[in-house]
């Protein structure tokens, strides 16, 4: 079975950084690249970005670009994404997925909570 | 960056109706283009991508049309727990941007 499981949810102080866990299963983690999209309260879909899992390569979409660290292990199956500077915008469900192909997410992480608040 | 809206924002519908809802980009973006469902509380569904594949385990009442700049999301005969929130997705420039949503309610 094809699973995506994610770390718990977070609770950080503005300025500080987050680290979410995407533990993958069922499938060969090199061959799918995985993307992170993000969900504010009561809004849509944000891409963040993604990963390829075979070679580490990274895209962060322009808003996040510095901020934003993608990264693997292969090991454990298992994506990461850190998030640093935090502010209360940040305050979001941060979701893993995996492309299928062409960038269709077949695939998704439950979703990480991750408040921002002082 | 491309740019996609969807419409309309919200609709209201009632089971066994038929639902139709647009997505446009601002450039062309040939098939580049997948829909989503995203019902209350939970994770987001792929439905269909490249504009009409229905992706694996997706009812047939779903369909998907459209190239170019226009797209849309067909549900032929909506069911009860079709009642949620609709993401297109383009995926031909990067950044990859989704669609406002449009939410289908009773």
């Known amino acids: 079975q094809v699973q995506m499981v994610q770390s718990g949810a977070e609770v950080k102080r503005p300025g500080a950084s987050v680290k979410v866990s995407c533990k993958t299963s069922?499938?060969?983690?090199?061959?799918?690249?995985i993307n992170w999209v993000r969900q504010a309260p009561g809004q849509g879909l944000e891409w963040v970005g993604w990963?390829?899992?075979?070679?580490?390569?990274?895209g962060y979409t322009q808003k996040f670009q510095g901020r934003v660290t993608m990264t693997r292990d292969t090991s454990t199956t298992t994506a990461y994404m850190e998030l640093a500077s935090l502010t209360s915008d940040d305050t979001a469900i941060y979701y893993c997925?995996?492309?299928?192909?062409?960038?269709?997410?077949?695939?998704w992480g439950q979703g990480t909570m991750v408040t921002v608040s002082s | 960056d491309v740019q996609v809206t969807q419409s309309p924002s919200s609709l209201s519908a009632s089971v066994g109706d038929r639902v139709t809802i647009t997505c446009r980009a601002s450039?062309?973006?040939?098939?580049?283009l997948n829909w989503y469902q995203q019902q209350p509380g939970k994770v987001p569904r792929l439905l269909i991508y490249?504009?009409?594949t229905l992706h694996s385990g997706v009812p047939s009442r779903f369909s998907g049309s459209g190239s170019g700049t226009e797209f849309t999301l067909t549900i032929s005969v909506l069911q009860p727990e079709d009642f949620a929130t609709y993401y297109c997705?383009?995926?031909?420039?990067?950044?990859?941007?989704f669609g406002q949503g449009t939410k289908v309610e009773i």
């Open positions: 490249a504009a009409s």
């Open positions: 997705q383009q995926t031909y420039s990067s950044p990859g941007t």
């Open positions: 069922g499938y060969n983690f090199p061959t799918y690249d």
């Open positions: 450039q062309t973006i040939s098939r580049y």
């Open positions: 997925a995996r492309d299928a192909t062409d960038n269709a997410f077949d695939i």
């Open positions: 990963l390829n899992p075979r070679n580490g390569n990274t």
